[in-house]
T-cell receptor
Framework: GAGVSQSPRYKVAKRGQDVALRCDPI?????LFWYQQALGQGPEFLTY????????KSGLPSDRFFAERPEGSVSTLKIQRTQQEDSAVYLC????????????FGQGTRLTVV | GESVGLHLPTLSVQEGDNSIINCAYS??????FIWYKQESGKGPQFIID?????DKRQGQRVTVLLNKTVKHLSLQIAATQPGDSAVYFC???????????FGKGTRLHILP
């Protein structure tokens, strides 16, 4: 596709439910990032992949958060047993080459936990 | 901890005037500094970046200035237009293969 695509666009989950958020990066992009953005705040880093390798997961807030990118393209961010504080916009970004700071962001998935 | 932050949460500018958005950073190890624009309901959009060995870089209608002595970064937008209304984030990264750390953002309002 022309840009980074995220789905679903909006997700409402009951507290305790598991959710899976999908990211389709720009075709051929090596690097993929996940960020969490609370209302009125800047994006907070969650995790980073280079191809299928998860190089940094230091930003994942708890072991309820898990991300994968098994074939080095599509990535899924999974949140288990969602809690109200997980409510945020989850942003995915990809960049084409190693050494490229121009990361392209998707529109995000707005997760609301009720 | 080390972070990237902004001085003002909101900036109002008359249409046609120049805008200057400021940012203070604390991580002296960062090698790249980046400005992003985020419109409502959209993801951040790359505007311009600058490497730590530079002090100025120009793009189309935008200029980024880096003052490493006082750890200050600014974005100048020339002839501000209504389409420039957005939240602007400064960000930094230790190197080009690493995560990007965002500051809190400045909302730019364009007055008619």
């Amino acid at each position: 596709g022309a840009g980074v695509s995220q789905s679903p666009r909006y997700k409402v989950a009951k507290r305790g439910q598991d959710v899976a958020l999908r990211c389709d990066p720009i075709s051929g992009h090596v690097s993929l990032f996940w960020y969490q953005q609370a209302l009125g705040q800047g994006p907070e880093f969650l995790t980073y992949f280079q191809n299928e390798a998860q190089l940094d997961k230091s930003g994942l807030p708890s072991d309820r958060f898990f991300a994968e990118r098994p074939e080095g393209s599509v990535s899924t961010l999974k949140i288990q047993r969602t809690q109200q504080e997980d409510s945020a916009v989850y942003l995915c970004a990809s960049s084409g080459q190693t050494g490229d700071t121009e990361a392209f962001f998707g529109q995000g998935t707005r997760l609301t936990v009720v | 901890g080390e972070s990237v932050g902004l001085h003002l949460p909101t900036l109002s500018v008359q249409e046609g005037d120049n805008s200057i958005i400021n940012c203070a950073y604390s991580n002296s190890a960062s090698d790249y500094f980046i400005w992003y624009k985020q419109e409502s309901g959209k993801g951040p959009q790359f505007i311009i970046d600058i490497r730590s060995n530079m002090d100025k870089r120009q793009g189309q209608r935008v200029t980024v200035l880096l003052n490493k002595t006082v750890k200050h970064l600014s974005l100048q937008i020339a002839a501000t237009q209504p389409g420039d209304s957005a939240v602007y984030f400064c960000a930094e990264t230790p190197n080009r293969d690493d995560k990007i750390i965002f500051g809190k953002g400045t909302r730019l309002h364009i007055l008619p």
